[in-house]
């Protein structure tokens, strides 16, 4: 059993202990937060170690793995901590604050030879990696255009303001939702080198940003949309979706299904000329322990697979492609007007 | 249990399939009288059982029920809770803490306030008790023979290991409701151990119990060893495999194994909710 513990019992994180807990690799023995009333209950009904300090979690409970679930602001200094221990580090998304500070994490988890993960859950689900095999394979010839979406109901009205509508504290539309969005991109399509004509849109926010808008131009020269708004009520929930076209035909996923439409049947694929349709149903490998979306049990699990593959599995969203995704934050909080 | 239970999912913008469906669901269910109709039809089908989370919008649903006690004379509800978008919305935007400011009852800085004395003595179980009460409200006058926790709390608390929560929810709505209570999981074998540990007897548990496999943690072989073997009253939900069954082959694989009790499913139409029906119908036989 890997010996974890987590920092941050905020949603993420209690949805992370949860999954680490009934994990048959992983023993979570501790946790860390600043409220008293969510230890209490962690301590109460569950059988961790609790702590409002994590160095002294670090150093007290012998841990081999740490999640860091608390907002981005503070991940620099834990994540670097626990690194310098010598402890394997899954940590939530968006990354770092500043690119200075995503450098260190990457270089000493490099250095150390330390597992490293970084929360973006779309790199785990079915639909979106067919469509990257889909790209792979060339199912739909010269890919010339994308669009990268995702739209929810995260900020629908003006109110008091939370560490998210802090910039400074990674909050905001650009870094909660659309980077989920520019990860997904650099996985599915490829590295986005340049941006422009940026548009960030307040909407009901005053502090940051609650539409983000861009041309987005790809290393390997294809060029594509992003368009991301989190004061979308028309959403239940966040809904992402990514549009390929290409000179032979149309793919359009989400986390649910992928519409693909070809020009020509290509057998090789098993893809029909027309309209084909595939579902998660499908592509989506059963986990042991579900809570909320096969993708987050897989992530977890990937995580504590390649811990105890001793470095033979390569890091899926490893620190240094999720940094990738910060420079491009950076990039596109400096263009815009 | 009613041998067939009538979902909300198509009600509320929930497909697990498509985000495009579900919309176009939305629209059609903008309206209360939209649900009533279908609600209606089902009940004219003989199915009078219907199973929803406690969504907002249940409680107009709720007062049209009360107001027409004739018709809806035999009709039950079993509440499914929380609605946990509701929650999740306001955790991401306030904290937990804030959440729980939010959601409980009186003014937990208070402490002459029933939910400002629990929160005060850090009485986890009496705040749990608060927050049902207030998820139940919308029901008061209505028969909600079993009461069910959503399988995101269910799974939450069971990964967590924190058992004793579900014994003292299974005390609660058994005194104060006189009900039978009941869990959604998707990790059905797991719970099951876990509910047998804090001396849980013969619970009802609904779970996904599909053809593919779909939803159902640790795989469907462990599933029918599971629903043959062990003492415990299966519900069966997620029949279809969100859409990716046929309704004949889906609902004679859940009918073939006789332990399952009751089968959830939503339709929208007369002539799906018949044709489900008399589906089940026949292969009970």
């Known amino acids: ?337 | 249990m009613d041998r067939i239970l009538f979902g909300d999912n198509q009600f509320f913008a929930v497909n697990h399939l498509s985000d495009e469906k579900a919309r176009a669901q939305s629209v059609r269910f903008a309206k209360n009288e939209a649900i009533i109709k279908v609600l209606d039809t089902a009940l004219d089908l003989g199915i009078k059982t219907f199973m929803c989370t406690t969504h907002d919008r249940i409680s107009g649903i709720c007062d049209h029920i009360r107001k027409n006690p004739q018709r809806y004379n035999d009709f039950k509800i079993f509440p499914c809770m929380p609605y946990a978008h509701k929650y999740a919305n306001a955790v991401t935007e306030l904290g937990i803490v804030g959440a729980l400011k939010e959601y409980l009852p009186g003014n937990i800085f208070s402490t002459i306030a029933k939910g400002g004395i629990a929160y005060a003595k850090k009485d986890f179980i009496a705040m749990m008790e608060l927050l049902i009460d207030a998820e139940m409200k919308m029901f008061k006058g209505i028969d909600t023979p079993v009461i069910f926790i959503q399988n995101v709390l269910t799974d939450l608390i069971l990964g967590l290991g924190m058992k004793d929560i579900f014994r003292a929810y299974h005390t609660y709505i058994i005194k104060k409701y006189n009900a039978e209570p009941g869990y959604i999981t998707m990790n059905l074998a797991y719970l099951l151990d876990v509910l047998e540990e804090v001396g849980i007897k013969n619970p009802i548990v609904c779970s996904s119990i599909n053809k593919i496999g779909f939803r159902m943690s640790g795989g469907k072989d462990l599933y029918e060893k599971t629903i043959a073997e062990r003492e415990f009253r299966p519900v069966a939900m997620q029949v279809l495999a969100a859409g990716a069954l046929r309704p004949a082959e889906a609902f004679e694989y859940v009918c073939k194994q006789k332990k399952i009790e009751s089968i959830l499913f939503g339709a929208s139409s007369h002539d799906h909710i018949k044709e489900s029906r008399d589906m089940i119908n026949r292969f009970n036989n």
Not at chain 1, 273 to 294: C, Q, S
């Open chain 1, 1 to 337: 059993m890997i010996k974890t513990g987590i920092i941050g019992l905020g949603k993420m994180g209690l949805s992370h202990a949860s999954i680490i807990n009934a994990h048959r690799d992983l023993d979570l023995v501790s946790v860390c937060d600043t409220s008293n009333l969510i230890l209490e209950a962690m301590k109460k009904y569950g059988s961790y170690e609790v702590y409002t300090d994590y160095e002294k979690m670090i150093n007290g409970s012998d841990l081999q793995a740490l999640f860091v679930a608390t907002p981005t602001k503070y991940h620099a200094d834990m994540v670097i901590y626990a690194l310098g221990k010598g402890i394997h580090v899954f940590c939530e998304k968006p990354f770092a604050l500043t690119i200075a500070q995503g450098e260190n994490m990457v270089e000493l988890a490099k250095k150390n030879k330390l597992v490293n993960q970084v929360g973006y859950h779309n790199r785990f689900i079915g639909t979106f990696n067919y469509l990257r095999k889909l790209i792979e394979n060339k199912a739909i010839g010269e890919v010339y255009h994308f669009i990268g979406e995702a739209y929810g109901p995260v900020v629908v009205k003006r109110k008091e303001s939370t560490w998210r509508s802090d910039s400074s504290e990674g909050g905001g539309c650009l870094f909660d939702y659309a980077s989920h969005v520019i990860n997904l991109i650099e996985y599915v399509l490829d590295d986005i080198k340049e941006v422009d004509g940026v548009i960030l849109k307040k909407i009901y926010s005053s502090g940051v940003e609650d539409a983000v808008y861009s041309g987005l131009y790809l290393a390997n020269g294809l060029s594509g949309q992003l368009s991301v708004n989190w004061s979308d009520e028309t959403y239940r929930k966040m809904s992402t979706q990514i549009t390929v076209l290409g000179t032979e035909g149309k793919i359009i996923t989400d986390a649910q299904e992928l519409k693909i439409y070809l020009k020509k049947e290509n057998k090789k694929l098993g893809l029909e000329k027309g309209w084909n349709m595939r579902y998660i149903t499908d592509l989506t490998d059963p986990v042991d322990f579900y809570l909320r979306g096969e993708e987050y049990s897989a992530q977890v699990d990937y995580f504590a697979k390649c811990i105890a593959s001793s470095g033979t599995l390569e890091n899926v969203n490893s620190f240094e492609s999720a940094l990738h995704t910060d420079v491009i934050i950076e990039l596109l909080k400096n263009k815009s007007r």
